[in-house]
């Protein structure tokens, strides 16, 4: 894998620490090919996210370790740590201190949580597939915030002309190719600086149906397509035609991630299907058949059984092949502080014993917090049951 780049000088201290403290093989080690313990003959990805809202594990090198013993003794072989949120990094990005001045996330002015979690995550032999939570959003609820601030033609529009917002998410253009090439370069930039086993996009590689107003996207439609925008967002030529430019820049994250090392992975986690496509413009059918992404893993959070078994069934009868279903580990809803819900101990273990049934061989758990909930219940049943070793 490649060496951090020397571009920050605390980098090129942590590098050194890690050289003294691996006698140097660290990094040799740390193939990201996808490892034995998730091949098909034995369990898949037992996954787990890590935020940095409502989760405090990034906030010091001891919460790290902490947390990556708790999740290896677990069950767990792998881990999403956020990296991109709220307009702001989770390690020190070149990219965003040349473009925004603003080199890290201000809560880890000094650190680089994300070398850190590398460090204590291979420690205990877990794999780390960096998480770029807000994709392309731009900010939550603060009018696009200081990337817009700064960059006012990056930003998405409406209809109507206003700054695209949904459930209070505000978007950058994300079929802007100035846009993707930022933030294609972000994910790049971990992918060739860090010893990681992938990248994950969420599923803000997306763009709300409503989007596409802004007037680059409309003279780029009227000269491809030879008409006006519809009114209508949601007109099917009009919808397709805009979620194969997401497409396309899905395609070009895979080609390039591989260019770096072709053992790298390339997870997403768009919503349900085709509920992502007509909302967000998300065609992850398309990705599957054309083989764009390593692993997919589905937002099916439902809260009751019959919910979650619908979508594994129509995921397994209507859409991909049994083929296909060997990339799939779909997302698991453990906990939403906005709503105080904690899934229940058994319809945990019932969604689980579900997938193994239909050939789903893991999950992603969303998210570290609600293992710790309780005294630590679901960690516990998980421990003791479907993960035990």
Known sequence: MPFFTPFKSAIRHLASELKQRFAGDFFARNSAALPSSLASKNPGI??????????????????????????????????????????????????????????????????????????????????????????FVSSYNLSGGHLLAKKPEWAARDCSGNLLKKNNFEWMNSLDPE????????????????????????????????????????????????????????ERHWLHWRADIITEFVARLHREL??????????????PYEWGLVEYLQDSQSWVDKKLVDMLHPQFYRRDFNAYKQLVDRLIGEQLSGEQVQCVSPGILLANRGSHYSINPELLLQV??????????????????????????????????????
Not at 115 to 134: D, Q, T
Not at 258 to 271: E, H, R, V, Y
Request: charged share 25%; with cysteine.
């Open 179 to 234: 846009v993707q090439e930022f933030l294609l370069g972000l994910m790049l930039e971990v992918a060739k600086n860090y010893p990681v086993n992938g990248i994950q996009g969420d599923d803000r590689i997306a763009l709300p149906a409503e989007g596409g107003y802004d007037e680059k996207t409309v003279k780029r439609y009227r000269e491809e397509c030879g008409r006006e925008p519809p009114a209508h967002c949601r």
């Open 46 to 135: 037992r996954g787990v996210w890590i935020p940095s809202t409502d989760c405090e594990v990034l906030t010091s090198k001891q919460h790290i370790a902490e947390a990556m013993n708790f999740i290896a003794d677990t069950g767990f072989n792998t881990v999403f740590p956020v990296v991109w949120n709220r307009g702001f990094t989770a390690y020190p990005s070149q990219i965003m201190r040349e473009e925004f001045g603003a080199e890290i996330d201000s809560r880890y002015q000094g650190r680089d949580p994300l070398a850190e979690l590398i460090v204590e995550a291979n420690r205990v032999g877990l794999k780390v597939i960096p998480w770029f939570e807000y994709g």
């Open 352 to 389: 689980i014993a579900y997938n193994r049934c239909r050939g789903i061989q893991g999950e992603v758990l969303f998210f570290y917090e609600g293992l710790r909930d309780n005294g630590n219940a679901l960690a516990e049943v998980l421990k003791n049951g479907p993960y035990a070793r």
């Open 258 to 271: 591989k260019a770096i090392n072709p053992d790298l992975l390339l997870s997403m986690s768009p919503s």
